[in-house]
């Protein structure tokens, strides 16, 4: 998928090492297994998706519990703060635009 000299972080751990010291801040964001939704805004406190009825949680069989870890969440960056990191620097926006 990428070139050879790129990889991807193993794992979380070290995907959050790599963007916190750039500044680029992110958002979880707990989304639809099955990618109807994304709970936010008026979905934010819902337990399943009203579109199709599946739980937001990773269900265990021994456990009818309402909460627990997400069944899917989606990383959002945002993009404003990663053009600002990019332009800082009067070379590359040249180079950049």
Known sequence: MLPDENTLPKSYYQAKKILRPMGMEYQK???CPNDCILYRHEFEEMPKCPRCGVSRYKVKDDENTKKGPP???LWYI???PRFKHLFANGD???NLT
Do not use: E, P, Q, R
Request: without cysteine.
């Open 71 to 73: 069944a899917k969440v």
């Open 92 to 94: 590359d926006a040249k």
């Open 29 to 31: 964001i707990h989304a």
């Open 78 to 80: 945002s993009i404003i």
